[in-house]
């Protein structure tokens, strides 16, 4: 069964139609790539699925619950945590105190203490920074920042929005590499990526975007092979 299910989604800015009557799924303990060109709705589907914008048509289905008028801060406390586009981190505040941020919806001191010390372990830099001010950090370092806040929710879900963006190829290697270990601890993650060749490496599942509309769907390592994706989508 889904754990995640978007159904016939249709999404206004004012007049514009955005997102077209869209329905897909993710199912639990899946990497799901959503690609498509600048302009084609990705970062318009996770703001609705997280609460953040209002679908005019359609159905957000979270672990068989609607939580389509459900507001942002609640869908965090149900399990689904949103790394943001441009990962927006708490500039003025240091590390520790951003990711006690992305705690906010727990209660039990002692589980937040062992999430931040797993955090850690998985972001050593974190740890290392955890005085410093966020502001002050490289960008692959409040990439990571950003991962381990929305992490710190211990969410069922993860929704990813152009992870590797402005990074070096080093560094984009390394932020695959932690969405591939962040999904084998057991997390789902719905990630939407420019690099799609990279997307495409690591998730099983992908669906292509084309303004607002679903063109393609399918096994991730097919769509890395097939001609039309390679040219339009892969630069080959």
Known sequence: MAMLEIKDLEVYYGMIQAIKGISFEVNEGEVIALIGANGAGKTTILHTVTGLLSPKKGQVIFENKDITKIPAHRIVSLGMAHVPEGRRVFAELSVYQNLMMGAYTRKDKNEIQQTLET???????????KNQLAGTLSGGEQQMLAMGRALM???????????SMG???????????????VSAGGTTVLLVEQNAKKALSIADRAYVLETGRIVTSGEAHTLLE???IKKAYLGE
Do not use: G, H, T
């Open 226 to 228: 097939d001609p039309a």
């Open 119 to 129: 955090v850690y372990k998985r972001f050593p830099r974190l740890e290392e920074r």
């Open 167 to 181: 990074l070096s190829p080093i560094l984009v290697n390394e932020i695959f590499d932690i969405i591939q270990s």
């Open 153 to 163: 929710s211990r969410p069922r879900i993860i929704l990813m929005d152009e992870p």
